[in-house]
């Protein structure tokens, strides 16, 4: 939905929030693969790096935006 909305409006920051919130939810995935489908496996590294690159992408955003 935030996607769709800079698509519509053309508004930056509904693009960053909504490339965090992917990101996010991509981790959340990985947290479910982690813990039932592969509960001997340890992904605690994977699983961090879409939170991390997400958060990245919003405070960039954040940034960007308020440059201009």
């Known amino acids: 939905m935030l996607l769709r909305g800079y698509r519509r409006t053309g508004v930056r920051l509904l693009l ?5 919130f ?3 939810a991509l981790n959340n995935l990985l947290l479910i693969v982690d813990v039932h489908i592969v509960p001997d496996v ?3 590294i994977v699983r961090t790096i879409p939170a991390v690159i997400g958060i990245s992408l919003l405070l960039f955003g954040l940034i960007w ?3 201009r």
């Open 16 to 20: 960053w929030s909504g490339l965090c």
């Open 22 to 24: 992917g990101c996010l």
């Open 42 to 44: 340890n992904l605690s």
């Open 65 to 67: 935006d308020t440059k």
